[in-house]
């Protein structure tokens, strides 16, 4: 089944930015979301289809997909973006499945 | 506006058997993939089974493939998840979610989840 790896958790400062991977083999081929998901909530989309935000979603959260890694960024880290963040792809090649990563805690310091 | 809400959870014993339901509003259900998602505490998400918008094509994780069934009433606006043979590693909160639709397999809106736990 595919795997997909993220770091078990950033450290940022407010004002900065943080970077979250996501690998995979080959991910560059697939379409990466991103959610992140706060403490007691639900997960809420931030990013889809690689690159795409959802409407209410700030400018900040951005993504991109190249090769095998994944990535978001969150530019300019407010408190509020403390969250865990996980990426997800739909693996189509094998087993029709959802995938999700194992997820990245962000800490803003 | 969208809403999800699911019901259902509870506690059940090993090798029993639960329905959990989710009910939509706020946006045409019959036009939309939905699934299940799942986060055992203190861990991470884990997909579970998604139904298609017609409900003639479903898939399952590996984990629940022969014990979980998924399906939908159109009629009625609602998924459900009809779990067998539960386990202990089946404790978690269950989570419905609302494909977003198009082409893409992303979820844009997720209910706020019904915890099942599988214990003797």
């Known amino acids: 089944s595919y795997v997909l790896t993220q770091p078990p958790s950033v450290s940022v400062a407010p004002g900065q930015t943080a970077r979250i991977t996501c690998g995979g083999n080959?991910?560059?081929?697939?379409?990466v979301h991103w959610y992140q998901q706060k403490p007691g909530q639900a997960p809420v989309l931030v990013v889809y289809?690689?690159?795409d935000r959802p409407s209410g979603i700030p400018e900040r959260f951005s993504g991109s997909n190249s090769g095998n890694t994944a990535t978001l960024t969150v530019s300019r880290v407010e408190a509020g973006d403390e969250a865990d963040y996980y990426c997800?792809?739909?693996?189509?090649?094998?087993?029709?499945?959802?995938?999700f990563g194992t997820g990245t805690k962000v800490t803003v310091l | 506006e969208v809403q999800l809400l699911e019901s259902g959870g509870g506690f059940v014993q090993p090798g029993g058997s639960l329905r959990l339901s989710c009910a939509a509003s706020?946006?045409?259900?019959?036009?939309?993939?939905m699934t299940w998602v799942r986060q055992a505490p203190g861990k991470g998400l884990e997909w579970v089974s998604t139904?298609?918008?017609?409900?003639?094509?479903?898939y399952y994780a590996d984990s629940v493939k022969g014990r979980f069934t998924v399906s939908r009433d159109n009629s009625k606006n609602t998924l459900y998840l009809q779990m067998n043979s539960l386990r202990a590693e089946d404790t978690a909160v269950y989570y419905c979610?609302?494909?977003?639709?198009?082409?893409?397999?992303?979820?844009?809106?997720w209910g706020q989840g019904t915890l099942v736990t599988v214990s003797s």
């Open positions: 080959n991910i560059g081929s697939k379409s």
């Open positions: 139904i298609s918008l017609s409900d003639t094509t479903t």
């Open positions: 979610a609302k494909w977003i639709g198009g082409s893409s397999t992303s979820l844009d809106y």
């Open positions: 289809d690689d690159s």
């Open positions: 706020g946006f045409t259900f019959s036009s939309y993939a």
């Open positions: 997800q792809v739909w693996d189509s090649n094998f087993d029709h499945a959802g995938v």
